[in-house]
């Protein structure tokens, strides 16, 4: 056992750290499929499903099940290439994202100086997984959705990083700890209300969650972009979709409501409390709200979001110059 | 609600029309026929229709609204006299709002010069009904923009409403189907925007076609219609249907006048016994028969609960489209609500065919009252919940005001009728205008909307739904006393209890289990304020236990036809949502 050195043993504990934080993502976002019908069904004066072991807690399983062993179809029409590797971007690009999520003081994958930044890079990343699938699919529904997924992306990827830069301004870092440890005595909900405003309808947008579920919109589009894919591929964007869910709730959570921060608890309950109550949130919010029009979204993120960001950093900016200390 | 918007002259007495028509045109053109329709039946000659259709529509009080136009094949039909000679015979139904009235155009025609002239130019709405008549019958109209079959698939050979073409599958040759036949049959659907006199593409644009339907989350069954699209923009598009057509007009044919009734109920599949009522009371008036005063309030009562089962399916569905998932769930809850009661009264859920020749199955079960009024307690406070949670919401507004809208007129053009013409602000409301079953006893309003556009269809639903709980609740209040069946011969099925004591009731009520009534030769038509628009039938009897012919017209229909004057230039979310806010289902369009 000489090669377990100190050296060794944080490398394999960082490891572990690593896989247990991915795995442990990727099977949160399966479960939310499961609990966001049973909560949507709680809502809806429904039972949702409530078949598979007790209180349906094995729907999960049998999903799973279910979709391994579909046909894995890929369209004559399509372009293979690029077909295959939409879902692997979308699932790789939203996963790699949760190595700059601190979630405890000692948990976490990846101390990054430009923590956020790589956010910000690997948002714009899984803009191409809903591009490549919906030009590869050779679908014109599909391409609609594409079409509208890259222009909603876009516009409101320009914002997202804008509302984030208040709480940059502030801390003085893009370090996620540093930003976390600056909101020990004081969420940053508090002086950057504005920013957590927009950072959450960004964040929205760009899971494509209802109501800016606009590239899938079953009503108009019967699923948009993904509609070409079966199986596990298909299955990637689904849980992709979740699994963007909780990465930003986890944003948020980081970066403006202090992160693990709070009392009595231990910092992974409250980091894990806080996350919750904004996964319930998006989901509720997709059981309350019809979904605008794509060119309302589309003004809305510039004519509105936009300035309101700019506002925001602005101000923030002057009292940052004003205030000492 | 006794607004004076209409002038009532003693609604289709007279022929004051028919004097008006002759003075122009010169007698010799024109026949009168007598009927039990109600309105002035006239036979013109083909040269002279087209000038009689415009005298029509721009005369003071016009007959603006093209209601109906099909055809009967009068080849077998015995009892005509005093008609003119006519192998085929097109008939052309208009509709004056102003004056309340209706009149009926008939054309004889030879079946060696199937040929009329199109009217298309006159109504547009008559595009698709004279589609239909070639689909149907073989009669050719020239001058018209696209005379291709609309419900039958386009390669089919024949034409299903003559009385020669079969009615049954078994007077066919098996059915078979080998590889070809089904590449050609996939063929002939393809799409071919030249043949619709679309562009491909225009300067530096090409646009896409997009093919919505027949199976599409939000075309409310099997409806299609074509996209031209230059990015999410609407250029032209093409509705296509007949993909639920189940020759409803031709079993007609085949059934008795009792048997038949099950069928109406599958006509407009949300509508229960709303469609029994408009068959039932034109087969009435044919056979002569007055209904007690209980079984018109029962039918009432039932018309009603469907009225609002209907329209919470729709409420549900129009919220849906416009991507709020949770209401749906809401009304079906209602509607569950509803069918407790429609099952408790008539034993069937969806389909009750509840109504019978001369009254209704059966009397109401003890307790009804209870059962009904608990659904009356139920309704208000959830209907409005549903304008707080979604009629007010700021994203909901945005999503339908001033998204296709129309205008009274455009609505009359189109042959919109019933909560969607009423959306425009027009008062027209048959319940009120032409009261049947009964109407003219109950106190109700009519709601009225302004802007015609997509939230005043919804918007005036809702309200409708209010009106019809307070038409229950005077049923309930009021229910008279008396027999659920008029005592009359033709009453189907008869009365058993003096059967089993005289031979010849017996036998007569055997014969007419057995036969089914015999119908004396008339025709009659009965219109209804269905839950989607004005439903009617047109009922020929040529004095047996069939009907010769029916004609069904539905509200959907027309509405489907003037989707593309609405949408060119809209959004395709906006298409869905007017889709949404038409309120059609696709029997009621096919039938």
């Known amino acids: 056992m000489e090669w377990l050195t100190p050296q060794w043993q944080a490398n394999l504990l960082a490891m572990g750290q690593a896989l247990v934080i991915l795995l442990g993502a990727v099977l949160l976002g399966a479960v939310l499929t499961v609990i966001e019908r049973r909560l949507l069904g709680l809502w809806q004066d429904r039972y949702g499903p409530n078949r598979v072991g007790p209180f349906g807690s094995l729907q999960l399983v049998a999903d799973m099940i279910k979709i391994f062993f579909k046909e894995d179809w890929i369209p004559p029409f399509a372009d293979r290439t690029l077909f295959v590797l939409s879902p ?26 430009i923590g956020l930044l790589f956010f910000f890079a690997m948002a714009g990343i899984n803009v191409y997984a809903v591009l490549f699938g919906g030009w590869a699919s050779g679908n014109k529904y599909a391409l609609i959705g594409a079409m509208r997924a890259s222009a909603q992306t876009l516009s409101y990827e320009v914002f997202m990083g804008l509302a984030l830069m208040g709480v940059v301004a502030i801390t003085g870092s893009f370090n996620m700890r540093e930003i976390v440890n600056a909101q020990a005595d004081l969420w940053f909900i508090v002086p950057q209300f504005f920013g957590f405003c927009t950072f959450l309808i960004a964040g929205i947008a760009v899971t494509h969650r209802h109501p800016f579920d606009q590239p899938e919109a079953e009503q108009e589009l019967a699923d948009g972009y993904h509609v070409e894919y079966s199986s596990m591929k298909f299955g990637m964007f689904f849980i992709g979709e979740y699994v963007g869910m909780v990465l930003v709730s986890a944003l948020i959570v980081t970066l403006f409501f202090g992160g693990w921060h709070g009392p009595w608890l231990p910092p992974v309950v409250w980091f894990a409390l806080k996350t919750g109550f904004f996964l319930i949130f998006f989901i509720l919010l997709r059981g309350s709200l019809p979904r605008p029009r794509y060119d309302r979204v589309m003004s809305f993120g510039w004519k509105v979001c936009l300035p309101l960001t700019l506002v925001n950093l602005l101000v923030t900016g002057a009292v940052v110059l004003l205030v000492p200390g | 609600m006794d607004e004076a918007t209409t002038v009532t002259p003693p609604a289709n007495t007279g022929y004051d029309i028919y004097s008006a028509l002759a003075q122009r045109f010169g007698d010799e053109h024109f026949v009168r026929q007598d009927t039990r329709t109600g309105m002035p039946v006239v036979w013109v000659t083909a040269e002279r229709l087209i000038g009689s259709l415009q005298f029509l529509r721009d005369m003071s009080a016009p007959f ?126 393809k799409f071919e925007p030249e043949d619709w006199g679309m562009e491909r593409e225009r300067g530096e644009s090409e646009f896409m076609f997009l093919n919505l339907g027949p199976n599409h989350p939000s075309a409310h069954g099997a409806f299609r219609i074509v996209l031209q699209l230059d990015g999410e923009e609407i250029i032209d598009c093409v509705p296509d249907i007949g993909y639920h057509h189940r020759g409803a007009e031709k079993m007609a044919e085949r059934q008795s006048w009792h048997s038949f009734i099950p069928y109406t109920d599958r006509i407009d599949y949300t509508g229960g016994v709303m469609n029994n009522l408009p068959y039932i009371l034109a087969v009435e008036k044919l056979a002569g028969i007055q209904v007690p005063a209980r079984v018109e309030t029962i039918r009432v009562m039932m018309a009603e609960m469907f009225r609002i089962s209907s329209h919470l399916l729709f ?129 109700f309003e009519v709601p009225l909307a302004a802007n015609g556009d997509v939230f005043d ?113 809209g959004f395709v979310p906006d298409l869905i949502a007017h889709l949404g806010s038409i309120d059609f289902v696709m029997a009621d369009v096919d039938r």
């Open chain 2, 315 to 443: 409420l549900g569905t129009y919220l849906q489209d416009l991507g709020a998932m949770t209401p749906v769930f809401f009304t079906f809850t209602d509607r569950q609500k509803a069918y407790e009661v429609i099952e408790g009264i008539t034993g069937f859920r969806m389909h009750p065919a509840w109504f019978r020749i001369g009254g209704v199955m059966q009397d109401l079960p003890t307790g009804w009252e209870k059962l009904v009024q608990g659904f009356l307690d139920w309704m208000p406070k959830r209907l409005r919940e549903y304008e707080r949670t979604m009629m007010e919401n700021t994203i909901f507004l945005e999503r339908t005001r001033n998204v296709a809208p129309f205008n009274t007129r455009e609505a009359i053009e189109w042959g919109v009728t019933g909560p969607n013409l009423r959306a425009t602000g027009c008062n027209f409301d048959l319940r009120k205008q032409r009261p049947y079953s009964g109407y003219d006893n109950f106190e």
């Open chain 2, 64 to 189: 603006n609204l093209l209601f109906d136009l099909s055809a009967v094949d009068e080849r077998l039909r015995n009892n005509r006299q005093g008609l003119p000679a006519s192998d085929f015979t097109v008939f052309y139904q208009l509709m004056s709002i102003d004056r309340n009235a209706d009149i009926m155009l008939k054309v004889a025609l030879d079946k060696d010069s199937l040929r009329l002239p199109s009217c298309v130019s006159v109504f547009p709405c008559a595009n698709w009904y004279e589609r239909e008549v070639w689909d149907m019958f073989g009669v050719e109209f020239t001058g018209h923009p696209h005379l291709t079959r609309i419900l039958m698939p386009p390669n089919w050979s024949g034409h299903p409403l003559r009385r020669d073409y079969p009615a049954r599958a078994t007077e066919f040759d098996p059915y078979t189907m080998t590889l070809e036949s089904q590449q050609a049959d996939q063929e002939a659907l």
């Open chain 1, 88 to 113: 692997a971007i979308a699932m790789a690009s939203l996963l790699l994202s949760f190595i700059i999520i601190p979630i405890t003081p000692g948990w976490g994958i990846a101390d990054l100086h």
């Open chain 2, 457 to 569: 269809r919804g918007q005036i639903r809702i309200e409708e739904m209010r009106q019809s709980l307070r038409i229950i609740q005077q049923c309930v209040n009021n229910m008279p006393a008396g027999d659920y069946k008029a005592d009359h011969p033709l009453t189907t099925p008869p009365p058993r209890e003096r059967m089993l004591q005289h031979i010849e009731t017996l036998i007569t009520h055997f014969l007419q289990v057995s036969w089914g009534p015999v119908l004396p030769p008339n025709e009659s038509m009965q219109m209804v304020e269905a839950t989607k628009g004005i439903n009617s039938y047109y009922l020929t009897s040529d004095g047996n236990t069939m009907s010769y012919r029916t004609r069904i017209r539905t509200p959907s229909f027309p509405h489907l036809q003037q989707i593309p004057a609405l949408m060119r230039g």
